[in-house]
């Protein structure tokens, strides 16, 4: 059974820097992403990569600001979030799917979900 656990979160102010972190288990994954919701919002992309070449994928909201990055030897993908912004404030969930897909950026594109962190940040 895969399983993933969210870590890192919490309360910061505008401007400072946060990392996200998603120890992951079960499964030899073929891809690794963070979405986030925000209240009354469906639920967005936000980064992603791939295990086998380290290929990483961002929206553009967070280009720039934001790096996904993964540590093979302990199975976790993290996510160093910069510059933050009241509007990054959101639960943030990491996502896995083992399945090949040239697709990356969807709801859809995971099967493995985390139970989601809180990140909120302050103007």
């Known amino acids: 059974q895969a399983q993933l656990a969210e870590s890192g979160g919490g309360l910061v102010q505008a401007g400072d820097s946060l990392r996200l972190s998603c120890a992951a288990s079960?499964?030899?994954?073929?891809?690794m992403g963070w979405f986030r919701q925000a209240p009354g919002k469906e639920r967005e992309f936000v980064a992603a990569i791939r295990w086998t070449n380290g290929n990483t994928y961002y929206a553009e909201s967070v280009k720039g600001r934001f790096t996904i990055s993964k540590d093979n030897t302990k199975n976790t993908v993290y996510l160093q979030m910069n510059s933050l912004k009241p509007e990054d404030t959101a639960v943030y969930y990491c996502?896995?799917?083992?399945?090949?897909?040239?697709?990356?950026?969807?709801?859809?594109?995971?099967?493995?979900w985390g139970q989601g962190i809180q990140v909120t940040v302050s103007s």
């Open positions: 996502a896995a799917d083992e399945r090949y897909s040239q697709t990356y950026s969807t709801r859809y594109d995971y099967r493995y």
């Open positions: 079960g499964r030899t994954f073929s891809r």
